[in-house]
């Protein structure tokens, strides 16, 4: 199997040597190149022909936003991570990237003590990364590994089974992780502010980069998004969205859905955890609990979406040819666990669909 060919950009001689150093460390991935900023390495393109770039943000001459928009007209499916810092700025700017066709990001080590511990830091986020989004890598991964039990045209479908009890919806739980800003607001933006239900959201992000988001998605939909707050109560017609490093778990009382977070270990190296959430809610809602598993690497949430159709509720996935990175809604396919597995621009109106069960109320309209 060739190598994954990287190409890194950088205006920073300490971070390239830096990437370089980690990334050689894995015997799968090859550094094709280095560049100092987005107008080199847009010229440097056609000569290395890399798997994958990452790219700094704040660079001379040419930046990473303009990079990205500008190596998008050349090379629409070349995989870009974005390198940012950990910062109000920095969070902007990547979210900026993403929303202009950057596929993931990974944030730039801070506060460690070693140049040793600052590279087993870029090792841990950025190596998965770079593998999950090489498509041809990962197809040729498939086919030295352990054959998966039932045909791939039945991993695509909801398994076979018995017809099951549709229960009113009164709470959608949605998990997401790589390409997961993008697709959320695909989402979010084709609900009506007549939502009849609260909706909680874990998107796998930093510090800072929740709030962000929530910010972002709040400005660009009719519902009313917002970071959660320990506390807080999220009614009809709401979004929140787990905070970076804290778990999101929920409880009912008489003003409705109230949020708690922690800090508890991380479930799937991952805080907030989707798996975390989905219990929570099947804990509160069983059957009338609704949760979605959007584009993202790993396998968070497939156990919590085990306990939620153990109580009766509903799975949606989203399918493959739609995800950035198919791992999460994956995982949800091949257990079988899926109701509906839905290309994104259909999620939507899934969703509006299955709100109409048990309700009597006007027609939902995206007023």
Not at 46 to 54: A, E, H, M, R
Not at 132 to 143: G, I, M, R, V
Not at 331 to 354: F, K, T, W
Request: glycine share 6%.
């Amino acid at each position: 199997m060739r190598k994954i060919r990287v190409l890194i950009v950088d205006d920073s001689t300490v971070i390239r040597r830096l990437l370089s150093s980690a990334l050689a460390s894995d015997p799968e991935i090859e550094v094709v190149g280095t560049a100092p900023n987005g107008k080199i390495a847009i010229a440097k393109l056609s000569q290395l022909t890399p798997d994958v770039v990452t790219l700094d943000i704040e660079m001379p001459e040419m930046d990473g936003l303009a990079t990205v928009l500008e190596l998008r007209k050349i090379y629409p499916t070349l995989p870009v991570i974005m390198f940012s810092t950990l910062t109000q700025k920095g969070a902007e700017a990547t979210l900026d990237a993403l929303a202009n066709g950057a596929n993931d990001y990974v944030t730039k080590p801070a506060n460690v003590g070693s140049v040793n511990e600052s590279m087993q830091s870029v090792r841990e986020q950025l190596i998965p990364k770079i593998k999950s989004l090489c498509t041809w890598f990962n197809d040729k991964s498939l086919e030295t590994s352990t054959p998966p039990s039932k045909p791939q045209a039945i991993l695509q479908s909801p398994a076979s089974r018995s017809p099951r009890v549709k229960n009113r919806i009164d709470v959608v739980a949605i998990g997401s992780s790589t390409g997961g800003p993008n697709a959320l607001t695909a989402v979010l933006k084709e609900l009506p502010r007549s939502f009849p239900v609260p909706i909680l959201i874990v998107q796998h992000m930093p510090p800072v980069f929740t709030k962000h988001l929530a910010n972002r998605l709040n400005q660009n939909c009719a519902l009313e998004v917002v970071e959660a707050s320990p506390g807080s109560v999220i009614q009809s017609g709401m979004v929140a969205i787990a905070p970076g490093d804290y778990h999101m778990l929920i409880h009912l009382d008489g003003a409705g859905v109230r949020v708690e977070l922690n800090q508890i270990p991380p479930e799937n190296s991952c805080r907030p955890s989707v798996d975390v959430l989905f219990r929570s809610v099947a804990e509160n809602f069983g059957a009338n609990a609704l949760a979605v598993v959007l584009t993202g690497m790993g396998r968070d949430g497939k156990l919590g979406a085990e306990v939620i159709r153990d109580a009766g509720g509903r799975i949606f996935a989203q399918d493959e040819s739609t995800s950035v990175v198919w791992g999460m809604p994956r995982a949800i396919v091949q257990s079988g666990l899926a109701d509906e597995v839905l290309p994104l621009s259909q999620v939507a109106a899934q969703l509006v669909s299955a709100m109409t069960i048990g309700r009597t109320t006007r027609m939902l309209t995206k007023a």
